[in-house]
């Protein structure tokens, strides 16, 4: 079946601009997962969604970066005003959220370059 | 201090050698707990679970300590393709955080 998908693979803009990447979810997952990866580092975590409510925003960095899930499947997470300090790979990973021990599986994540 | 810990290394081995991670973790209420296998430039895949009772896929086994709050992941019989790096992750209800990952290269 479909596995997570994240648009786009890629994305160059410049400082100060805005941007949005999204995450279509698999399907029937309920739990949608946003974490950040920077060269030689593990994921950080930014947010997690249960359902269309952000059951925890404590890694987001900052109030430049939101993210939305209104419909309790695709995700957008977006950046006002990007400095150059956000380039990063951000991952989106989903789970079934049924049960605690449910894996998460991610996307192949977004590379994101601030210039 | 990070919620999840990990040697960085890298640990460089030759193919069929023994190689062990160890991963430690602060929140004693975490509830699960996983390896995570990440390439290159690729997004990180189960590799998988850590159960109470210790765990074995294969050549991988994982074991989990509570009272120390580490797990461990030990890879027998080290093969060219297992070069990657291993993130261990650690789930309290739906809470999933990474450590930093461990570097392996297995060299000819």
């Known amino acids: 079946g479909a596995g997570v998908s994240q648009t786009p693979s890629n994305k160059v803009t410049e400082k100060g601009k805005y941007v949005e990447l999204r995450c279509d979810p698999i399907s029937g997952h309920t739990a949608l997962y946003w974490y950040r990866q920077s060269l030689g580092q593990g994921p950080e975590f930014l947010i997690y969604f249960q359902g269309t409510g952000a059951a925890d925003d404590s890694g987001l960095p900052n109030d430049r970066f939101f993210a939305v899930r209104p419909e309790g499947s695709v995700s957008t997470l977006k950046i006002q005003r990007t400095e150059r300090g956000d380039s990063a790979v951000y991952l989106c990973a989903s789970s079934s959220g049924t049960f605690g021990d449910s894996p998460l599986h991610f996307g192949n994540g977004t590379r994101l370059t601030v210039t | 201090r990070k919620e999840v810990e990990q040697d960085p290394g890298p640990f460089n081995v030759p193919e069929g050698a023994t190689v062990a991670f160890n991963c430690t973790y602060s929140?004693?209420?975490?509830?699960?707990f996983f390896w995570y296998r990440q390439d290159c430039r690729k997004e990180p895949k189960l590799l998988m679970s850590v159960y109470s009772s210790g765990n074995e896929d294969g050549r991988f086994t994982a074991q989990l300590n509570r009272a120390s709050q580490y797990i461990s992941l030990l890879i027998r019989d080290s093969k060219l393709s297992d070069s990657a790096t291993y993130l261990c992750?650690?789930?309290?209800?739906?809470?999933?955080?990474f450590g930093a990952g461990t570097r392996l290269t297995v060299k000819p």
């Open positions: 992750a650690v789930k309290k209800n739906n809470d999933m955080r």
């Open positions: 929140n004693s209420a975490s509830q699960s």
